[in-house]
Every structure is written in structure tokens, then in C-alpha cells.
């Protein structure tokens, strides 16, 4: 539907400004006339001297008069060497601090007498969480926390016989939080230990900034992936373990390379192109081929040169009226 829509506009505008070009040529002299015939001899002249960038024809060249070109907001830019900004994307999870998870389990087997702390409750070192009567000398004995925080698994019901084996409570210090980051083998030389990552909770409006602090050595044998580890704060409990998180490493490459805007790529007869102009209101597709997708900018690694003067800014509306051409509702040249 946009491109129709886009059709439509230029329709309108085109025969707009080709009805006040009509209307000049009407007062011409024949002295003007055959001034136009020299200067489109000209043209075709220069479209010869860049036949290197493979046009064909006329059939793939939209004219442009400037007042169509500044009412569509069209803006050019000239390909240059630099160096491209792009964003990776990695999935990720919160998980406890490691560091700061107590695993509780009975001394002895035994029967529990009494429970006295569910999941979600907060706890205090030394606090009694569960009473259990040993199995062997029938004598009761306390389970009690040997650090702080919240209890994030309780297996502990009365009357239920325990043993050494299984724990009772875990309780996890939730003050600081760790998100393990997947890194896949693509882009495990991109990331380092030290690197700024931005982390934002899927289906949530928590996000933080965050370093990492942690590559694991070893690929995981089931996920084939690595885990990066960043450590963020979490005084009021926003971040939940088992929250999934989509984690972000903004990355600059070292090489310089050819770079357009990114929306300068426009798909023509299933070919990426670039709209580079030739002449004062010419503008040719020229195919290429991409590289490296950034931020702003694409990578090109050829069919465009150094110092090219490409459509930035109203890319795609060239393409629409390349396609009303080719429909056979366009305007070949100025429409003369």
C-alpha cells in the first residue's frame, strides 16, 4: 500500500512541475530550442563516461526537476571511507548472584517439627528457618540461615522425613543480580571482558547499562554458546531472576570501508541499489553488494566509488516513480 500511495503523490507532483515546464518551453525560441537539443547531447555524452556503473539504457533512469526534488525532501550525501557503528543483539537471563546463594541442609536425618520461613520471605543470618527431630537420637535441632537475604526455594513440609541429601531452603542475596548474556560463535570474537553492554527486560520497562565482567573459556556442549556475565544493582527489586533480557554491545570496526545511509539501499528488479545521480536531475540505480549492516550507515563492498554522489534521504520515492515508469505512466527524461 505505501508504495501505491507513493506512486500516487508523485504522479501529482510530477505533473505539477512538468505542467510549469510545459508552459516554458511553449515561449521558447527556436534559438532555445536547439540550445536544449546541444544540452542533451551533452547528457547522453556524460551517461557514456559512466557506463562503467552498468546502466542499461534509459529505462532504469528517473529525472528529478529540483522543486520535485526539495517537495519529496530529497537530501544527497557522497559515499566515503569510514568506519561502520553497528549493534549486536544477545539474548539473556537474570540469575542470582552466584557468590551470595546459600544452600541450606538438615545436619542429620530426620522429621520435620516446624517450618517457619515460605519463599519470598526475608531472612537474617542466625534466623531458625525449619525444626527437625533427629531420626537417630529423637532430640530436636534448628535449621538456621548462615547469611541474608530472600528465601528462593523452600522443600521443607511438616511431618515430611529429610536427609542430608536434599536441600531444604536456598536463600539468595538479591542486593546485586548477575545476567548471563549467550554468545553464539559468530559473534564470540566481537565480545570482550570489559565491554559496555545495555540491558533492557523482554516485556518489561527495566533497563540498565552494565560492563561485562565474565566470558566463560568453553562453548556449552548443549547451546553451543558462550556466557558473558554482567553484574547489576538491585536495591528495590526490579530485576527478578529468570527474567529474559535482550542484551546490546555497540561495536566500531577497525577497517575503514565505503559507506552509504542506511536507507540509500533500495531493493530494484531483487537486486539492492543505490540511487547515485548523474548530471543535475538524473539519478541512476546502480546495483551493489552490501556488507556489514550498521546503525546508520552500510557497509558497500562494490559497485559504488570514493567520492559517489548517492540519495541519501528519498530513496524510496525514486524507486516508486522507477516503478510508475515502468508501468508506463512515467516520464521519460524531463517529459519533453
Known sequence: MRIKSIILMFTCVVATAMWGCGNDNEKQSPESAEDTHDETAVTEEHGEEHSGHGHEGEENVVSLPEAVAQKIGMSLDTVRLGSIDRTIELPGEVVPDGDHVVHLVPRFPGIIKKVHKNIGDNVQAGEVLATIESNESLSLYEVVAYGSGRVIEKHATVGEFVTEERDLFVIADLTNVWVNIAIYGKDAPEI??????????????????????YISPVF???????????????????????TFVKASCSLTSDNKSLLVCKDAIQIVDEKPCVFVREGDDEFHPIPVTTGIQGINHTEILSGLSNGDVYVCKGAFELKAQLTLKSLGGGHAGHGH
Open 192 to 213: 570482550a571482558a570489559g565491554q559496555a553492554v545495555h540491558i533492557e527486560a523482554l516485556g518489561g520497562k527495566a533497563a540498565t547499562e552494565a560492563v561485562i565482567s
Open 220 to 242: 556449552n556442549e548443549r547451546t553451543r554458546s558462550l556466557v558473558a556475565r554482567a553484574v547489576i544493582p538491585n536495591p528495590k527489586n526490579l530485576w527478578k531472576p529468570g
